[in-house]
C-alpha cells in the first residue's frame, strides 16, 4: 500500500489550506486512515484520524478547526485546515492501518510528508 501526500505550501495566519492523501488501493479495505505530523525538534503528533465507518478523532489543538473526510471513489482522504496558526507548521503525514488504532505505533504505511508552513 502506498499513501501520497499533497497540498503543502506557504500560508499566512487565519488562513486555510487542504490536504490530500492518495492511497494505492481501495480505501475501504483501510480501516484507519490518519494524518500526523512532526514539527522541528517536536515528537510526531496525531492531528486527525478517520475509520472505514466514518469516524473521527481529531488532536486537542486541532479540533474545531480541522476536518478530516474520506472520498472513497477517488481513494483520497482530504485533511482540511482553517483558522491556521504559526503554531500549525510542520511536515504532514499520512498513514494507515488494517486495525482500529490511531496510535501511531499501529501504523502499517506511511507515505512521505508534505510541508506546511504557516507564516505570522
Known amino acids: 500500500v502506498q499513501l501520497q501526500a499533497f497540498g503543502g505550501g506557504l500560508v499566512q495566519a487565519g488562513g486555510s489550506l487542504t490536504l490530500s492523501c492518495t492511497i494505492s488501493?481501495?480505501?475501504?479495505?483501510?480501516?484507519?486512515i490518519t494524518w500526523y505530523r512532526q514539527a522541528p525538534g517536536k515528537q510526531r503528533e496525531l492531528v486527525a484520524g478517520?475509520?472505514?465507518?466514518?469516524?473521527?478523532t481529531y488532536g486537542d489543538s486541532v479540533q474545531g478547526r480541522f476536518t478530516i473526510s474520506r472520498e472513497n471513489a477517488k481513494n483520497t482522504v482530504l485533511l482540511q485546515m482553517y483558522s491556521l496558526k504559526p503554531e500549525d507548521t510542520a511536515v504532514y503525514y499520512c498513514?494507515?492501518?488494517?486495525?482500529?488504532?490511531?496510535?501511531?505505533?499501529?501504523?502499517?504505511?506511511w507515505g512521505k510528508g508534505t510541508q506546511v508552513t504557516v507564516s505570522s
Open positions: 498513514a494507515a492501518n488494517r486495525k482500529s488504532s490511531y496510535a501511531i505505533y499501529a501504523m502499517d504505511y
Open positions: 488501493e481501495s480505501i475501504t479495505s483501510i480501516n484507519v
Open positions: 478517520i475509520t472505514s465507518g466514518g469516524d473521527t
